[in-house]
């Protein structure tokens, strides 16, 4: 990566560190002096706490960068590194020299780019897709295109970017073009195996019929859905939880065009005009563990609400993850839309 477009001044405005963070595959935007002398760092995070406590875009970095971030050296190796990672949960460290110079970034997910997981990733690709009309009439949902690509080869390439490689597509309108475009995965550089539904069966039911031996914990995810997570954070999260699944939920607001009332015994308690509600719903992403399959009956119709509703009858664990990343549902033309404005 080009160090030069890494760097920002004290003085830089966080719109201006918005533009840089993660442009170069790194969530690190690196702060000099006049002098180019390392001063530390500002990352999506350190922007997001900003914007949440009150600043605006075109306010200077000065106060809410991270002065004397952790940093590594020139010899640092792969182990001493892979260990730093594992301590901090940090994930790109600037290499910086004596003189106090930024020399790079190294990034583990360059380090882990050859090391392929064993997860198996399930994508729901069954569905008619009703809502999007005309254009899924000849095609199935999964296959309509995106920029330059269909939805789920996109969907198939950020996967594999974060190093899954085994991939159960659950298919039923319209298999065949999905099976004829991505094979058995090799010319993607990944390994794909179909579950074929003869009938419906929801968000969820398909995978009663997964045939693989998943020794490790999975991630299910509806193929109707772009986004910028990362995964592997994700399942690490899964993992650390302890949870039998875990489900990605975001933050939805929905404004109110009323007068809303707060009664008590038919008095007026209060009245807030036109309020924001906020809510957290379900991203359509999940992590499970093998055992979940145990819950299901083959060839059963079963969405995803109805199995963590199964779950917490049994009193299992259901772990949430925010998403806070750049995620689109493409479930009706304006989000289609929507969504190809995004790419272009």
């Known amino acids: 990566m080009d160090i030069k477009k890494l760097k920002l001044s004290p003085n830089s405005s966080i719109k201006e560190a918005l533009n840089i963070v993660g442009k170069e595959r790194v969530r690190l935007g690196i702060v000099v002096d006049q002098k180019d002398k390392f001063l530390g760092v500002i990352s999506d995070s350190d922007i997001r706490k900003a914007l ?35 301590k901090t949960d940090i994930y790109d460290f600037p290499v910086v020299n004596e003189k106090g110079e930024v020399l790079s970034i190294r990034s583990i997910s360059s380090l882990l780019a050859k090391i392929k997981l064993p997860n198996y990733v399930i994508l729901m690709a069954g569905g008619l897709g009703s809502r999007l009309k005309e254009l899924t009439k000849h095609t199935p949902k999964p296959m309509l295109k995106v920029g330059k690509k269909p939805i789920l080869e ?3 390439s950020r996967f594999s970017l974060q190093n899954f490689e085994n991939f159960i597509f659950c298919v039923n309108y319209k298999r065949q073009i999905i099976e004829d475009y991505f094979k058995d995965g090799m010319d993607f550089g990944v390994k794909i195996s179909y579950v074929k539904e003869k009938k419906k069966l929801g968000t969820a039911g398909a ?11 999975f ?82 119709y079963l969405d995803m609400p109805d199995l963590i509703k199964i779950l917490m009858q049994k009193n299992e664990r259901i772990n949430t993850f925010l998403l806070r990343d750049y995620w689109i549902d493409i479930g009706r033309i304006e989000e289609f839309a929507r969504a190809n404005e995004d790419f272009r």
């Open 52 to 86: 949440i406590n009150g600043k605006m875009i075109y306010d200077c970095i000065e106060d809410i960068y991270t002065k004397n971030p952790i940093v590594i050296k020139e010899n640092t190796n792969k182990a001493e590194l892979l260990e730093l990672s594992s």
């Open 219 to 300: 991630i299910v995810m509806n193929a109707d859905i772009l986004t910028e997570l990362n995964f592997l954070e994700f399942l690490k999260a899964h993992e650390k939880s302890r949870a039998l699944m875990s489900v990605c939920v975001r933050e939805f607001e929905q404004n109110i065009p009323y007068g809303v009332i707060k009664e008590q015994n038919g008095f007026i308690k209060n009245i807030q005009e036109k309020p924001t509600m906020k809510f957290l719903v379900s991203a359509g992403i999940y992590a499970l563990k093998p055992e979940v399959l145990n819950f299901f009956k083959k060839n059963e």
């Open 207 to 217: 995978l009663s019929l997964v045939d693989k031996p998943l020794k490790e914990s």
């Open 154 to 156: 996109s969907i198939v």
